[in-house]
C-alpha cells in the first residue's frame, strides 16, 4: 500500500509540474486566453494541495 501511494504522490507533483509548463508555454505561443491558462494552473494546484494532504495523513 505504500509504494501506490508514493506513486501517487510523484504523480500528482508531475501533473503539477506539467500544467505549469504547459500554461507558460501556450501562454508564450499565444494560442490559449489568460482565462484557460488560470484553469491549467488551478488544476495544478489541486493536484499539489492533494498531494500535500495525502502526506500529511499518512503523517499522522
Known sequence: M???????QV???SVAVG????SYML???GT???GKQ???LAF???ALS???LQTENNQD
Open 2 to 8: 505504500k509504494k501506490n501511494q508514493k506513486l501517487i
Open 44 to 46: 495544478g494546484l489541486f
Open 19 to 22: 500544467m505549469s509548463v504547459s
Open 38 to 40: 488560470v484553469n491549467l
Open 50 to 52: 492533494v498531494a500535500a
Open 27 to 29: 501562454g508564450y505561443l
Open 32 to 34: 490559449v486566453d489568460a
Open 11 to 13: 504523480i500528482l507533483k
